[in-house]
């Protein structure tokens, strides 16, 4: 699969530069190892793959990282570049035979299910499902089944619906944990902690398998003998993922330390060089880029910690039949990956210590009371659901109440067509806030100018942004206590009201769903997701100081 790596090799540097706003090791490491250890010779045909392999894995999974923290499309041109070679518009997989039983073949498929939830295509989850099949056939006991096998296994379990797999994968985690403490890789570690991610939550084995993986790292920091970075990797996104608590980071710094004192030269300017064995090792090198983004993304500023950002699925609550036939939330919710969904406004509002939750019945006092953030979008029209939840007075005045003790809440409607307006108005007058029903911004095809608006220099919010879009949006009447925060023209498009302790942000569209925030479909002007940054860290200065 090397020569796959040099697909995107350009796009990665120049998009690299251009996106860069802090240094980051791990985008380093990989434009680095894209450029020496993964490149290959001009006409080097030789070098073309003959089969479905596991060797590059780790690297994809670290430039899958690296892309959902960046929302850099090089990265995400790269990942569908190197799949592609090898999977039919049928879901075939060119060069792997399932009759061999290769567990090692296995890893790759957790890209696969990655590009499935991003695009849709339909080949992504047959070729998974292929996967799947093999796996049936030779689960066995030891690490690196785990490891090959288990994330994957998990991943496909929750998404497709079969519950009774997470008893057999606990069962194989549990035996294996006596093997696994002879271990010194971090594989064991790293299999687990990517299994608990997708493990449900009220499982009656997940505690076990927490305290599996407490036991591991306890032993581990009483030695601290290894500077693995697969023990890097598992113990600093336990932490992320609240499977351990805060403390449990300084096992991840001492082994990191260790790791770029023997394995990176950062002694030229904007690059990060290989050294020793991890130069010529392609598993080592995406495993360091795993490990280095979790360890980048515990550095960045957490000013909300401690804090919930609360996403409405009650007056949006719009549901459809994924491709099994089983019905599920859908549009604007944080776990979906697709174009229309929220994963990477979830990972900006995360990466800044909050954390993100879903309120699915109508709001009380009690079921917002430990919100400090709360975001209803694209409330329901008849035409988005056959039996929408309306707003109504009291619901109306249960959030006004709640804004006026000191929440926060966040208001992106749409325009006339995709949207209630009677009903959610009733919310938002209170603040001095209307949704009037019309449609703004309307865009043509890829003809993106008509969404273009752009940010006067020095905005409260917006400091580091000129142009964001917004595609067919619907403009707001401002009046006390509301103030006009962004205009195009004459329209307000952005609104925001001090009630009491608490502040209320407006404005007409869901603008910062995947579609406008991965980076994959806007042309670079538009800055959504640099917005989306500003935004979040202006809601989170909003929220009233506990004394």
């Known amino acids: 699969m090397k020569y796959l790596f040099l697909l995107s090799f350009a796009l990665i540097i120049n998009m690299h530069l251009a996106y860069a706003q802090t240094k980051s090791l791990a985008a380093e490491v990989a434009a680095t190892a894209m450029a020496t250890l993964w490149k290959v010779p001009v006409g080097a045909d030789t070098a073309k793959p003959t089969k479905w392999t596991y060797d590059q894995s780790f690297g994809l999974l670290g430039i899958e990282r690296l892309w959902i923290q960046t929302a850099n499309p090089a990265y995400f041109s790269y990942l ?102 002879d271990a010194k890789t971090g594989l064991y570690e790293m299999a687990l902690v990517d299994v608990l991610e997708n493990f449900p939550v009220a499982h009656p084995k997940r505690d076990t398998l927490v305290s599996i993986f407490k036991r591991r790292v306890d032993a581990i920091k009483k030695v601290q003998v290894s500077a693995s970075a697969m023990f890097v990797y598992a113990n600093a996104k336990a932490v992320r993922l609240g499977f351990l608590p805060a403390s449990y980071l300084a096992v991840s710094k001492k082994g990191y330390d260790g790791i770029l004192k023997q394995f990176i030269d950062t002694s030229k300017e904007g690059y990060a060089n290989l050294k020793g064995t991890l130069s010529g090792d392609p598993n080592g090198v995406g495993v360091f880029i795993l490990a280095a983004t979790e360890m980048e993304w515990h550095l960045l500023p957490k000013p909300g910690k401690n804090k919930v950002f609360l996403l409405d699925d009650y007056y949006n609550a719009e549901k459809k039949k994924d491709i099994k036939g089983v019905e599920y939330a859908y549009h604007y ?65 249960e959030i006004y109440n709640w804004v006026k003790a000191g929440g926060v809440l966040v208001l992106f409607h749409n325009d006339k067509p995709n949207a209630d307006f009677t009903a959610i108005n009733k919310l938002s007058d209170l603040f001095g806030i209307h949704f009037n029903e019309d449609t703004h911004n309307k865009v043509v095809g890829t003809n993106y100018v008509g969404g273009k608006i752009d940010v006067p220099a020095g905005h409260q919010i917006f400091k580091n942004v000129q142009t964001i879009y917004q595609k067919e949006v619907c403009s707001i009447t401002a009046k006390s206590p509301a103030k006009s925060l962004l205009t195009k023209g004459d329209l307000v498009v952005f609104a925001t009201a001090k009630i009491g302790k608490g502040t209320v942000f407006a404005t007409g569209d869901p603008w910062l769903y995947n579609e406008y925030t991965d980076g994959r479909m806007l042309p670079a002007i538009y800055q959504n997701a640099e917005a989306a940054k500003g935004l979040v860290k202006w809601l989170i200065s909003q929220i009233p100081v506990k004394k």
Do not use: C
């Not at 499902?129 to 994957?152: C, H, V």
């Not at 954390?355 to 988005?384: C, E, F, R, W």
């Open 80 to 181: 569908q570049n190197s799949i592609n070679y090898f999977i039919s518009e049928n879901g075939d997989i060119k060069f792997h035979k399932v009759q061999d039983y290769d567990i090692d073949n296995i890893l790759l498929g957790r890209i696969l299910l990655s590009l499935y939830n991003v695009t849709g295509q339909v080949k992504y989850y047959k070729a998974a499902s292929l996967l799947r099949d093999q796996l049936k056939a030779q689960l066995r006991k030891n690490e690196g089944i785990l490891y090959m096998g288990e994330p994957f296994y998990a991943a496909y379990a929750k998404q497709f619906h079969e519950p009774e797999a997470f008893d057999d994968i606990a069962n194989r985690f549990i035996g294996m944990e006596q093997h696994a403490r």
């Open 333 to 397: 919710k944080w776990p979906e990956m697709y174009n229309n969904g929220f994963s990477f406004l979830g990972n900006i509002i995360t990466s800044n210590g909050l954390q993100t939750k879903t309120l699915s019945q109508a709001p009380t006092a009690g079921n917002l009371k430990n919100a400090s953030i709360y975001m209803i979008v694209d409330a329901d029209n008849i035409a988005d659901n056959p039996t929408p939840n309306y707003m109504n007075d009291r619901d109306a005045q």
